[in-house]
């Protein structure tokens, strides 16, 4: 039984569960226009220090440099809007 004690509270922190409000991504998101969408929301971690990983569609024509600085701009502001985000990994896809 020990083994399943020890396994439970680790099998919550590497679940693909979310822990953070969608409608709180979605605000954060829509402060950057060039952002025309965002999908496959995935955080690891507990309630106190979350790992973010997310998709954004940008227009396909969007220069990578500028590609480059959104997703930075919306780490910031996803980091500093949700305290409990540690870091945010983001995935750039053209808009179809």
Request: aromatic share 4%; net charge positive.
């Amino acid at each position: 039984m020990s083994g399943k004690r020890n396994f439970c509270p680790s099998a919550a922190i590497l679940s693909d569960r979310v822990l953070i409000d969608i409608k709180k991504i979605k605000e954060i998101t829509n402060q950057i226009k060039k952002i025309k969408s965002f999908h496959q929301i995935r955080t690891r971690g507990d309630e106190n220090c979350i790992f973010l990983d997310m998709h954004i569609a940008l227009a396909p024509k969007t220069p990578l440099a500028e590609a480059y600085n959104i997703s930075h701009q919306l780490k910031g502001k996803t980091m500093s809007g949700i305290p409990q985000v540690k870091d945010v990994v983001i995935h750039i896809e053209p808009q179809i």
